[in-house]
């Protein structure tokens, strides 16, 4: 019996070594905390810094409380008081991503110019704290209030890798993150290839730029034919609503089953013609 306990013990304490010689993966980032993110980072994106998530949902889902209340109220057909209402309330997200896909866009057609003035910057001797608080007077004017944060910020603290650390939380931006880890690693590591590497990426920024502009230009008809095929629908579903009795049909089963079901196949088909058609969004791997 104290043979076998012995063992017992000696193989739990192996079991414990062999374990601790391995580190625990991170835990995956749950989707709810995906969604989040992704959705703060649209804000700023959009010009909404103020906006915090939480407020555009609840804003959102108040505005859906009121329409589906108003047309409750005048038509008496709670299904389709309840579509519209679901529309209502999905409108605010969908015109901050929408906004923050416009100015995005402009943005990108910006970067090369700020990189070039930042190149400049150091070829005439500044130092790089210095060079980016100089883009809040020679910079776009677009990016000049994130630069005159990060300049106020050094001022400050005299802490570069903080101040750029808050510079890319208020930009929120995929080439914003790549210039700002470029300079953090110049910083850190030093050399004389600073300035080729800021022109490297001032000519990749408007190749890229350039590109992306004709093809999004291209495949624009696609996306607007999308939105205004699953938006036909639903207007003359309002049209009707305006005429008292003409949605009656609508509050039995069968007219419930007839509003599910073109709903699902109007959300289906729009991200489908979305994703073929919309060009895809470079990612925050830098974050």
């Known amino acids: 019996m104290t043979g076998l306990v012995v063992g017992l013990l000696l193989g739990a304490g192996l079991f414990c070594i062999w374990w601790s010689c391995w580190t625990r993966p991170p ?23 103020g906006v915090r998530p939480a407020a555009l949902v609840l804003g959102s889902t108040a505005a859906g409380a009121v ?14 008081a309840a579509c519209f209402a679901l529309m209502t309330a999905r409108a605010p997200v969908g015109l901050v991503r929408a906004r923050a896909r416009r100015r995005r866009a402009v943005l990108r057609e910006l970067w090369p110019d700020a990189v070039d003035n930042l190149a400049s910057g150091v070829r005439a001797g500044l130092a790089l704290p210095e060079a980016l608080g100089q883009l809040q007077v020679r910079g776009p004017e ?33 080439v914003a993150d ?24 001032s000519t990749f920024l408007r190749d890229d730029a350039r590109t992306r502009a004709e093809l999004e230009t291209r495949q624009g008809w696609t996306v607007n034919a999308a939105r205004l ?12 609503s305006s005429r008292a009795g003409s949605l009656a049909a609508y509050s039995r089963p069968a007219g419930v089953a007839v509003l599910v079901g073109g709903g699902v196949v109007c959300l289906v088909a729009y991200r489908v013609m979305v994703r073929i058609g919309r060009l895809p969004e470079d990612p925050r791997v830098l974050r």
Request: proline content about 5%; overall charge positive.
């Open 229 to 240: 095929a699953v938006a036909a629908p639903w207007l003359v579903l309002a049209m009707m």
């Open 178 to 201: 790549r210039l700002v880890e470029s300079l953090r690693i110049a910083r850190d590591v030093g050399g004389s290839d600073l300035g080729r590497l800021l022109r490297t990426l």
């Open 67 to 80: 329409v589906l209340a108003g047309f409750w109220a005048t038509t008496r057909v709670l299904p389709v």
């Open 142 to 174: 677009e990016l000049r209030p994130a630069f005159a944060a990060f300049a106020e910020d050094y001022r400050a603290t005299g802490h570069f890798q903080t101040c750029l650390d808050r510079l890319k939380e208020r930009l929120s931006d995929p």
């Open 27 to 49: 835990a995956p980032e749950r989707a709810h905390a995906r969604r989040r993110t992704r959705l703060a980072d649209e804000l700023v994106q959009a010009g909404l810094d």
